[in-house]
T-cell receptor, first 114, second 111 residues
Framework: AAGVIQSPRHLIKEKRETATLKCYPI?????VYWYQQGPGQDPQFLIS???????DKGSIPDRFSAQQFSDYHSELNMSSLELGDSALYFC?????????????FGQGTRLTVV | DAKTTQPPSMDCAEGRAANLPCNHS???????VYWYRQIHSQGPQYIIH???NNETNEMASLIITEDRKSSTLILPHATLRDTAVYYC????????????FGAGTRLTVKP
């Protein structure tokens, strides 16, 4: 079965650079979630989208932005990168028409800022 | 304020049942209890969810107290591959938001 695809899997950037992370949800899933997980920490919710509209917002820095496109894939744009942005970034997707279904997670993008 | 409280760590012997508790004393009538787990830096994996009745699937059982203020995830025969961090999440019914992780329980299954 198709899963959530994240790209790239690994990314190395320098401070003050920008990065774009991509998430391709499971086919027909219309809701996407983004999470940041620092070393030894629990996943922190950043933002979510439903039908291309932002549906919930968590602790996403102002330097970050995200959107969901017409094909339901999503991109997380990160600017002015800081060392503290080094983390695993997870994307998850779910199908909203089935209420209270589970969210499926991708394998994550490991971002290292040097 | 965190909606759930879980012990930071637990051990379990291989082959025995692992019982992971979660306190959600402020849960409202329109909130479900979900459980996920994360195996060493992999993406979190859904396990089970429930509203007020006990639930069972191929992975685990979920026991929710009658007052719904706490629940227990049961892995009936824990294996070494069940070593992971387990997260209990409370989410609103008919709402695809509130997918927030708190501090989970690190379960270590020992041979």
């Amino acid at each position: 079965a198709a899963g959530v695809i994240q790209s790239p899997r690994h990314l190395i950037k320098e401070k003050r650079e920008t990065a774009t992370l991509k998430c391709y949800p499971i086919p027909r899933h219309d809701t996407v979630y983004w999470y940041q997980q620092g070393p030894g920490q629990d996943p922190q919710f950043l933002i979510s989208f439903y039908e291309k509209m932002q549906s919930d917002k968590g602790s996403i820095p102002d330097r970050f932005s995200a959107q969901q496109f017409s094909d339901y894939h999503s991109e997380l744009n990160m600017s002015s990168l800081e060392l503290g942005d080094s983390a695993l970034y997870f994307c998850a997707s779910s199908l909203s028409v089935r209420m209270n279904t589970e969210a499926f997670f991708g394998q994550g993008t490991r971002l290292t800022v040097v | 304020d965190a909606k759930t409280t879980q012990p930071p760590s637990m051990d379990c012997a291989e082959g025995r049942a692992a019982n992971l508790p979660c306190n959600h004393s402020t849960i409202s009538g329109n909130e479900y209890v979900y459980w996920y787990r994360q195996i060493h830096s992999q993406g979190p994996q859904y396990i089970i969810h429930g509203l007020k009745n006990n639930e069972t699937n191929e992975m685990a059982s979920l026991i929710i107290t009658e007052d719904r203020k706490s629940s227990t995830l049961i892995l009936p025969h824990a294996t070494l591959r069940d070593t992971a961090v387990y997260y209990c999440i409370v989410r609103l019914i008919y709402n695809n938001n509130d997918m927030r992780f708190g501090a989970g329980t690190r379960l270590t299954v020992k041979p």
